[in-house]
């Protein structure tokens, strides 16, 4: 079982950039779909991105498509999230998710879809 473990939240201004990393343990992440979600307060939980096992294809939620970009780092067992040009609409707590696919091209866009999660970094967005 693999265990997942958020970084890299904080407190920016508006058009600010942040990096944020999910680091996993007890397991390679190269054998999961990594997910990346994220819970505004008083809202639901929703996807934000997503990395297939091979890295071959991306998904975006529209909200974020053009400003985030997910990617791997194999050598450090983690998958990292660039958040560029920040909005204070993207305030919310962030989770990692990971999910053992047997095929390379396999992309998890529901929160149910993951059985491993993290406990989640803070992102405020605000002037």
């Known amino acids: 079982q693999v265990q997942l473990v958020e970084s890299g939240g904080g407190v920016v201004q508006p058009g600010d950039s942040l990096i944020l990393s999910c680091a996993g343990s007890g397991a390679s992440l190269d054998y999961y779909t990594i997910g990346w979600f994220r819970q505004a307060p008083g809202k639901g939980r929703e996807g934000v991105s997503c990395i297939s096992r091979g890295d071959g294809i991306t998904y975006y939620a529209d909200s974020v498509k053009g400003r985030f970009t997910i990617s791997r780092d194999r050598a450090k067992n983690m998958v990292n999230l660039q958040m560029n040009s920040l909005k204070p609409e993207d305030t919310a707590v962030y989770y990692c998710?990971?999910?053992?696919?047997?095929?390379?091209?396999?992309?998890?866009?529901?929160?149910?879809?993951?059985?491993?999660w993290g406990q989640g970094t803070q992102v405020t967005v605000s002037s």
């Open positions: 998710a990971a999910q053992p696919v047997p095929e390379a091209d396999t992309i998890l866009v529901l929160e149910h879809n993951y059985d491993n």
